[in-house]
């Protein structure tokens, strides 16, 4: 293990070394923060939505994964290293694939930094798949070619496809589950199944609801952070709505399907988020405020009983999620695809104007010219009628699921290479192969076993 400790040491301080030297000579303050008669202060309403996307980044998701009754150290503490590594990496690699038609440097302003923490969340999302069955140098290799793949998606998706996506439903959360996944089927390993450590306690349930709490409060702002205007204002509204309902549908569902009507804290702190997640990639869009709540209802529905018969049907086939990645993130954001869709193929001039074209870029046409045409629903000479863009919003989670899951298996195999030293069998889903864990009734008698454990396989090596 110490060895294994000192090759992470080594990885990260090279990539620290090559980002300096990266930055230095790519990376610049935007026009607005530098001393010109253009300079402006950051809009308070920006701030704001960046530090409550920051928070659900680095307390929300490090908390939600505190369920592990002895992996919680690991849960924060790992999902800190990435989240601060991915903001580094993704803002070069997203700067590059942004403008790698006319490259010449990366300008860094609050759009970067909110742009770099949901690139963070697609990462933590994968991390939720793999929890307790990775090493923390496999983390840091499978973070820094997430990060690649999921630069090229994104860039792929705005850029090509022209998609709606203000929430990152189709780009964050979607690909964050679905290369996790793909990843955890390639790390499959029997002893992780069933494993009496991956449990909870009632300690480690209440530490992961406070990361529920948090996530469920701010989850508005991730889904508006980069819009603005009517259309923040609409995400804020949709996904506000959506999580009340999806709250109230995953109480109840939870209560149905369990024998004397109780309630399971899986539920309560995964499923009562999925409805921001499944009303994200049409948020910002039209969408009336019930239909908000009826999409946030069906994903409590579909969340819950995924818990209950999806995550043990997935394990039949080598795909283990420890944090059930896919009932959270992966299926709600399938509902989201769908419902932009049918957004957008209900989107017209005379129901948006010229807003339109900002939510749909793929749309515009060549000369806007007003005022609309007597008896038209759109204006001539749109570059994609709404047929059109609710087509390439399907292109958009096909292309996403595509390339997440391919890579997510290319990195499987990667990280899997006996350089990377996989997790040995009696250090599934606990902190003490990582971490010095502080004196306690509870960490002393799990030291105690780890340390007899180890003691045994050293005998059994000689």
Sequence with gaps: MRLLSRKLVILMTLFEIVTLISYGLFVQFDDSALPTTHATSISGVTYAMFQDIHVMIFVGFGFLMTFLKKYSYSSVGFNLLLAAFVIQWSTVTL????????????????????????????????????????????????AFLEVIFYSINETLCFQYLKISDMGGSIVVHAFGAYFGLAVAFIMYKEKAIDNSNEGSSYQSDISAMIGTVFLWIFWPSFNAGLASGDQQQRAVFNTYFAL???TCTSFVVSSLLDRDGRYRMVHIQNSTLAGGVAVGAAANMLLPIWLSMLTGMIAGVISVIGYDYVTPWLAKWRIHDTCGVNNLHGMPALIASVLSAIIAGSAHFNLYGESLYSIFPGRAPTNLTLPLPTGAVDMPGEHLSAAGQSGMQAAGIAVTLGISIVSGLITGYIIKLPIFDEVKDQDYYLDQPHWEVADSDDSDLTAHDYRMDTAKSVEVTV
């Design 95 to 142: 700067g590059f694939c942004h403008s790698w038609d006319h490259f010449t440097h990366i300008s860094v302003n609050t759009g970067t930094l909110i742009g770099a923490d949901i690139c963070a969340a697609a990462v933590l999302i994968s991390f939720g798949a793999v929890l307790g069955k990775t090493t923390p140098l496999q983390l840091f290799t499978m």
């Design 244 to 246: 009340a309902a999806c």
